[in-house]
């Protein structure tokens, strides 16, 4: 099993950034691939972006690409997504998902993921 607890979540205004963190525990951090993930009221999950579990490879959905990198800390078991020029569209809870992975590669579909964090919310005024 593993546990994931999403944090740095609020209400933030139009243009200002935002850094997000997910702790994971419950088994070899590094051994897991990770992605960010949001979902919007009335809205299916949507993919933000992905690392590979040794951080070498990442992936981002279009709607973020160029405002968001995302990084992880194998030493310390936790996984970041900060977001640049934040926009009320960007208005959801952010889910931190983990998979097992046996190699360099990354995931965008929440399907394949087998752990997920409760969320945190993030609200953008404009």
């Known amino acids: 099993q593993v546990q994931l607890v999403e944090s740095g979540g609020g209400l933030v205004q139009a243009g200002d950034s935002l850094t997000l963190s997910c702790a994971a525990s419950g088994r070899t951090f590094s051994s897991l691939a990770m992605g960010w993930f949001r979902q919007a009221p009335g809205k299916e999950r949507e993919f933000v972006a992905s690392?590979?579990?040794?951080?070498?490879?990442?992936y981002y959905a279009d709607s973020v690409k160029g405002r968001c990198t995302i990084s992880r800390d194998n030493a310390k078991n936790t996984v970041t997504l900060h977001v640049n020029t934040m926009k009320p569209e960007d208005t959801a809870v952010y889910l931190c998902?983990?998979?097992?992975?046996?190699?360099?590669?990354?995931?965008?579909?929440?399907?394949?993921?087998?752990?997920w964090g409760q969320g945190t919310q993030v609200t953008v005024s404009s």
């Open positions: 998902g983990a998979k097992p992975s046996s190699g360099a590669f990354v995931y965008f579909r929440s399907f394949q993921y087998e752990y």
């Open positions: 690392i590979s579990r040794g951080g070498g490879t990442t």
